[in-house]
């Protein structure tokens, strides 16, 4: 299977714990995106890479949460000290810099539920 | 401010007769346009898409059209199956933003009743 994969798929957390998810996107894609959706939202920018370098973030990436994508490659999303506002699903996507620039692949999600 | 809007919560449509999602927006920045398809405890897949430059654009049974006088787009899929069932979103990009960041709609529920 050669689309984005997102591990883990579900994550429960008591607040105030630290999470990290991760996000291996399609190979050849050099962009990525973290996006969070709430029930009943599309989904909403948080931020964004071309190769490993973080090109923006949303105002809503608090200072809790960061991001990585060491050598370009995969991604991981790490949100500290969890809140019940947290609660969300995390989707992860790639493309291309090429051809169709604008379509964005995406992954299952990450489903947080922080108690 | 909600710049990508879908007015439609939900939407019910008979197996075999056409369907039909609105999407409106009010950046007259944004330059390409896309659908995707969303089923339960899955990311979303992309669908069909449509360049401002166009005022429609086909792919099998799903057709998108833009009027962007109005700021309005329109999915249409003939005939409507029962595994069109699912949250259908639209989304907005603007070619001058490097990132090609999405800007959401809040998604329709398609029912395709058999």
């Known amino acids: 299977d050669t689309g984005v994969s997102q591990d883990p798929r579900h994550k429960i957390t008591k607040r105030g714990q630290n999470v990290t998810f991760r996000c291996d996107p399609i190979s050849e894609h050099n962009r990525l995106y973290w996006y969070r959706q709430t029930l009943g939202q599309g989904p909403e920018f948080l931020t964004y890479f071309q190769n490993e370098a973080q090109l923006e973030k949303s105002r809503l990436l608090s200072d809790r949460f960061s991001a990585e994508r060491p050598k370009g490659s995969f991604s991981t999303l790490e949100i500290q000290r969890t809140e019940q506002g947290d609660s969300a699903m995390y989707l992860c996507a790639s493309s291309s810099t090429s051809g169709r620039r604008h379509e964005q692949f995406f992954g299952p999600g990450t489903r947080l539920t922080v108690l | 401010d909600q710049q990508v809007k879908q007015n439609s919560p939900s939407l019910s449509v008979q197996e075999g007769r056409i369907s039909i999602l609105n999407c409106d927006y009010t950046n007259s920045m944004f330059d390409y346009f896309l659908w995707y398809k969303k089923y339960p405890a899955e990311g979303p897949t992309f669908l069909i898409s449509i360049s401002s430059i166009k005022d429609k654009n086909e792919d099998g049974r799903f057709t998108v059209f833009l009027n962007k006088s109005a700021k309005h787009l329109s999915l249409h899929i003939v005939p409507s199956q029962p595994g069109d069932s699912a949250v259908y979103f639209c989304?907005?990009?603007?070619?001058?933003?490097?990132?090609?960041?999405?800007?959401w709609g809040a998604g329709t529920k398609l029912i395709i009743k058999p």
């Open positions: 989304a907005a990009s603007k070619t001058r933003d490097s990132n090609y960041q999405l800007i």
